[in-house]
Each structure stands twice: as C-alpha cells, then as structure tokens.
C-alpha cells in the first residue's frame, strides 16, 4: 500500500508539472524545470549519471512531451534557440537511455544504414525529427551562431560537458558564452605547444561555421596564459586536430 502511494504521487508530481508547463505555453514561453530539476540531479561536471537517469525516465518522457505540443514558431528567436537546444540534448538522453546500459558509445546506438543521429526520434511540432535535423537543418543554418556545437551534447567523452542546466531565452547569451570559454580553454580539448594549437575535431568538421577562421575565434574566448601566448605568436599559429573520444560521458 505504502509503495502505491509513493508511485501515485509521483505520478500527480509529475502530472503537476506538467499543468504548469501547459500553462506557460499560452505566454510563448516554456517551462524547462522538469528538465532542470533532472539536470541538477545527474549531471555534475559534464558527467552524466545514466543509471539515476533511466530511473526516472518516467520525468524526462514527461519533459518530452511537454515540448513535443510547443509550437516553435510562436516562440521569440531566443527562445527558439534555447527550446531546440534542450530538445537536442533532451532527446539524445532519451536515445542513450534506449540502450543504456548495455552500451559504450552513442554509436552503438547507430548501424551500418544508419547513424543514431539519423534516426527520428524527436517528437517536435508536430513532426518527427532526427537530431542531424535539430543541428544541420534548424540551428546551424537558421541561428548562425558558432557558440551552438558548445551548446549540444553528442554523450561522448570529447563532446563539449553537457550543461548542468537548461537553456532559457533570458539567460541565452551568457550561457553560451560561459560554455564556449570553458571549453576553449579547457587544456584536456585544446591546447597550445609550440606554435601549434591543437583543437577538437569539432572545429574541423564545422569550420565553416566559424567565418572569421579557428584561431581567430580562440583569440576571442581564450583567457590569460593561454591568450597571451596565441597573441605572441600572431599569424604564425598552425592548427592540427586532436582524435575524438566517442566513449560514453557517463559515470
């Protein structure tokens, strides 16, 4: 009796929430905090905690429901930008938590026809959606804005560290930002030795992306050290990338 009573009110907890995020919807917002509160919970550094996660999947298919009634096209830029973010990353735990924790990679998740980011998992308005289709089709092409692949989480271990928070429209700018510093400087994705700065693959596979070129966008986001050093050296920095860790990023 105990336990029915435990999971009822889970249920109406989540039902709740769910009636508050509704309600939201008639503002052109939304209402990320299921997302949040799972955020908050189990990821921590970047790590992703699967295991706490898939067992309250229950909370994050609440989550993906709730944005799969948003009509995109009734929210501001901004909160466009921050509403297909969390979706990606949103639906790419729901991916990995299809496999986990019979898997190492998102990969596995893939086959020989097709990548795991072609499949259409993701239920949004009204349409079904591969993620290749949140990144190359909506968020690249349509906000032009570099700081996104630090934004999206591809759930490996090179990937930029999964925010530990969700993206809202009022905070969008700073947490880019926030995001895309930390990263550049983190000596374990990118580093300088010598007169070659060594970089993630991300900034090989979407070079066309960062229009005023590699080192250029490192000299904006670098900080102290790392900064005065790439200075120093003004033009005669060469560029190599570093291989991709596509491991899990969970515990």
Same mark, same amino acid.
């Given at each position: 009796m105990q336990?029915a009573l435990?999971?009822l009110?889970?249920?109406?907890?989540?039902?709740?929430?769910?009636?508050?995020?509704?309600k939201?919807?008639?503002g052109?917002?939304?209402?990320?905090?299921?997302?949040?509160?799972?955020?908050?919970?189990?990821?921590?550094?970047?790590?992703?905690?699967?295991?706490?996660?898939?067992?309250?999947e229950?909370?994050?298919?609440?989550?993906?429901?709730?944005?799969?009634?948003?009509?995109p096209?009734?929210?501001s830029?901004?909160e466009?930008?921050?509403?297909?973010?969390?979706?990606?990353?949103a639906?790419?735990?729901k991916l990995?938590?299809?496999?986990?924790?019979?898997i190492?990679?998102i990969?596995?998740?893939?086959?020989l026809?097709?990548?795991?980011w072609?499949?259409?998992?993701?239920?949004?308005?009204?349409?079904?959606?591969?993620?290749?289709q949140i990144?190359h089709?909506i968020?690249?092409?349509?906000?032009?804005?570099?700081?996104?692949?630090?934004a999206i989480?591809?759930?490996?271990k090179?990937?930029?560290?999964?925010?530990?928070?969700?993206?809202?429209s009022?905070l969008?700018n700073?947490? #880019?930002?926030?995001?895309?510093?930390? *990263?550049?400087?983190?000596? @374990?994705s990118?580093y300088? %030795?010598?007169? $070659?700065? +060594?970089?993630?693959?991300?900034?090989?596979?979407?070079?066309?992306?960062?229009?005023?070129?590699?080192?250029n966008?490192? #000299?904006?986001?670098?900080?102290d050290d *790392?900064?005065i050093?790439? @200075?120093?050296?003004?033009? %005669?920095?060469k $560029?190599? +990338?570093?291989?991709y860790?596509w491991?899990?990023?969970?515990k």
């Amino acid at each position: 009796m105990q336990k029915a009573l435990i999971v009822l009110y889970g249920t109406l907890s989540i039902i709740a929430g769910v009636g508050m995020i509704a309600k939201s919807l008639a503002g052109n917002t939304v209402d990320h905090h299921l997302y949040a509160g799972l955020l908050g919970k189990y990821v921590q550094a970047g790590e992703v905690d699967y295991k706490g996660l898939k067992g309250e999947e229950s909370a994050l298919d609440a989550y993906l429901a709730v944005l799969e009634v948003v009509d995109p096209q009734s929210l501001s830029r901004d909160e466009q930008f921050a509403f297909y973010v969390n979706a990606y990353n949103a639906w790419t735990i729901k991916l990995i938590l299809s496999g986990y924790p019979g898997i190492k990679s998102i990969k596995d998740l893939g086959s020989l026809l097709k990548s795991p980011w072609k499949k259409e998992i993701a239920h949004i308005g009204g349409n079904r959606m591969a993620l290749d289709q949140i990144e190359h089709d909506i968020l690249r092409p349509r906000f032009k804005d570099p700081r996104v692949h630090f934004a999206i989480n591809c759930a490996a271990k090179s990937c930029p560290p999964l925010s530990d928070e969700p993206f809202s429209s009022d905070l969008l700018n700073q947490q #880019l930002d926030r995001l895309t510093r930390a *990263f550049v400087n983190d000596p @374990n994705s990118n580093y300088l %030795k010598g007169n $070659v700065l +060594y970089v993630s693959s991300i900034f090989k596979w979407f070079k066309t992306d960062f229009k005023d070129g590699i080192v250029n966008f490192f #000299l904006k986001y670098a900080d102290d050290d *790392f900064k005065i050093s790439l @200075n120093a050296l003004e033009k %005669k920095v060469k $560029v190599k +990338y570093l291989d991709y860790d596509w491991s899990l990023n969970g515990k």
